[in-house]
Structures are given as structure tokens and as C-alpha cells.
């Protein structure tokens, strides 16, 4: 069984992980740690020190209204997607650890579209 690094839970909610597999399970936030335990296998989680995560990237679309997923980027550059229950009460949380200016929302298809075509027509 896997020791949780959590001295104190905020949020459980039901979540998949995107790491090569989908993973299904729960997300754990807590004071310490962003935590993800697969439902089915126990050795399989993922436990994210509050002081590793250097990023967290929200895909956010229709202004706002709805976020499908989210990546946690660490400092040794690793990066792990998310999708859970109820994103926005998650994302509240994890506000609550992670600096603000540290949590960004990402590209929409548009942004990468513009910058592909800026960065073809760039001189050099």
C-alpha cells in the first residue's frame, strides 16, 4: 500500500490520468502533495510535492465555462494531464498551494495556428 505524503485532505474527486495509459481513479490535494491513485492498481500513483510543480497549465474553452483537462508541470520538466469530476472546485484548490502567476491557461487551436504561421514567415 502506498503512503499518501498528506498530513491534511482539502479535495477527493474522481479523475483520469493521461500518461501514456488512461488511468482511472482519484485525485487527493492536500497540504503537502497533489496525489492520483489509480482505482485498479494501488502501486500505480502519482504524488506531486507541492514544491516540485512549476506549472499548472488549465485548458480552458468556451470562455471560461468549460475545462476538459489540466497539466501539472514539475521542475525536472515532467509534465502530467489530468481530467477530473469537477475541474474548476480543483483548480481552487490547488490555487491555494501553487502561486497564481504559476497557473496559466494554454494555447487555444488558434494561438498555435497564428504562431505556426508567424514563425514560417519569420525572417531569419
Not at 500500500?1 to 487527493?28: H, P, R
Not at 502519482?46 to 521542475?75: C, F, H, M, N
Not at 515532467?78 to 497557473?103: A, G, Q, W
Request: net charge positive; with cysteine; charged share 25%.
Amino acid at each position: 500500500m502506498v503512503q499518501s505524503l498528506n498530513t491534511k485532505v482539502d479535495i477527493v474527486v474522481d479523475a483520469t490520468s493521461f500518461g501514456g495509459f488512461t488511468d482511472y481513479g482519484k485525485i487527493m490535494i492536500g497540504d503537502k502533495s497533489f496525489e492520483f491513485y489509480n482505482s485498479r492498481d494501488s502501486q500505480k500513483c502519482i504524488q506531486i510535492p507541492w514544491e516540485k510543480v512549476d506549472y499548472v497549465i488549465a485548458s480552458v474553452l468556451l470562455k471560461g465555462k468549460w475545462i476538459p483537462r489540466y497539466a501539472i508541470k514539475t521542475k525536472e520538466n515532467v509534465t502530467y494531464t489530468f481530467s477530473s469530476k469537477e475541474p474548476k472546485k480543483v483548480l481552487r484548490v490547488v490555487r491555494k498551494y501553487v502561486d497564481p502567476s504559476h497557473m496559466v491557461s494554454s494555447l487555444s487551436f488558434f494561438d498555435v495556428v497564428k504562431r505556426a504561421v508567424q514563425s514560417k514567415f519569420k525572417k531569419s
